[in-house]
């Protein structure tokens, strides 16, 4: 029978990308992690891992070997979860990571049913670029990821997309910065002062290829990663904006800034990001269903 203990140190080598950063992780010695992955490689009868240099690449049959603990260990994730949600004798912890493009306020909208749950949910919430917290999900120190996009292919991490909703862009600026530009939307943003999400973000490429549909020139004077910095921007004067049409509202009211226009054709887009294929954990399914209500 294949022993799991050496099948788990293989994996978190093959993540990690080299025994010391896996011996670092597994807090074990780097000699240790060699010689589990040695029993492994000597009861599968194959090499899993080739040395090119003074690194560690995975061979054909380590790779397939990964794709299938992979699966084990997702599948290991889920269960831990089932079990944890079915606990009642103590307040349930939700790992969650919010990547960094996806705008604070729909990030808590879109987490706050779970907080309306009868068992009590204590959130653990950490923000980073989806690359890092998809290796920290990859690791299962997170049990959701909520992002603007679906798991990049090219990242090879195990993980389901659940799409939890889309909704239309809506233009906002300062009332001094509005009142200069009173044409027919959208052609008052020709030459108007522009603050744009970062390429980190997916949806600039939609707002730049919308400006070229539409004949639109505007002035670039900011590109920001962290979109309340571009809301506080805003807020100052320094150009136009975009939000999510789901939040104008509410960001106008609370940044007393004003809507100029809005567009369905840039379409923002909202997923959680699970180890679980199908979503069992009581307070994801909470936040799947109140999305799937809110963003249409």
Known sequence: MLNFKHLHYFWVTAKQGSISKASENLHITPQTISGQISLLEEQLGKPLFAKVGRNLELTDNGRMVLSYADEIFSLGSELEQSVRAASTDRTQLLRVGVADSVPKSIAYRLLEPAMSLDDPVRFVCKENSLE?????????????????????????????????GECGTSFMAAASVADNYRTPFPHCLVGAPFLIPSDQSIIQAQLLQWFEKHSIHPRITGEFDDRALMKAFGQAGAGVFIVPSAIAQEVSEQFKVVIIGSTEEIREQFFAIATERRLSNPALIAINNAAQEWLR
């Open 132 to 164: 890092s917290l998809l290796g920290e999900l990859a690791l299962h120190k997170l049990d959701l990821i909520i992002a603007d996009g679906q798991i990049p292919p090219h990242l090879g991490v195990r993980g389901f997309n659940h799409f939890l």
